[in-house]
């Protein structure tokens, strides 16, 4: 998808359900910094495919590890912020490995299903996603949208959730 917008909706959703699972920041990072190459290829008029070779799960493995790497020495500065907004959860090495590598295969295999210039097995060119005529352009991006009106319900309940716990709190006192 180029660019991201598109990917903001399945991330944010499966970051808030999976908040136990993943770090949510790392997830949603991931879902998204793929298309630095696209944007990247268009900006400076590159003679190079749109989704290259790191829009391949060999070479976003390689994504995946450098932001881990960065997360981890950076991921506490956002836990202020994150919690501002009301979304709390611990951090792990092993959240924030595990949301970087399943994030960043999430949006290879969206793409996948969308993009022929994808090679989702590079060196391998095929592409058995590409060919399955199940989802199709128009799903895919209805699937991107739904998410993010999942993702809307999801973080008002969690606001929900929150307030009354607070006006509880102050209630009994």
């Known amino acids: 998808m180029p660019f991201t917008?598109?990917?903001?909706?399945?991330?944010?959703f499966i970051g808030l359900v999976l908040l136990n699972v993943f770090d949510f920041l790392t997830f949603l990072i991931a879902n998204i910094i793929l298309d630095i190459e696209g944007f990247l290829v268009l900006f400076l008029n590159l003679d190079y495919p749109l989704h290259g070779f790191f829009h391949s799960f060999l070479g976003s493995s390689i994504v995946a590890v450098l932001l881990s790497l960065i997360m981890l020495k950076l991921r506490k500065y956002f836990t202020p912020f994150l919690s501002s907004i009301k979304i709390k959860q611990e951090i792990s090495n092993k959240k924030i490995f595990f949301g970087a590598f399943i994030g960043i295969y999430f949006h290879i295999f969206l793409d996948s299903f969308l993009y022929t210039d994808i090679k989702p097995f590079f060196p391998s060119?095929?592409?058995?996603?590409l060919q399955n005529n199940s989802f199709t352009m128009d799903f895919i991006y209805n699937f991107c949208g739904w998410c993010f009106l999942g993702t809307l319900i999801i973080y008002l309940t969690i606001l929900f959730l929150h307030y009354k716990k607070e006006n509880n709190l102050k209630v009994r006192s």
């Open 125 to 129: 060119n095929y592409n058995p996603l």
């Open 5 to 12: 917008p598109y990917h903001f909706g399945p991330a944010l």
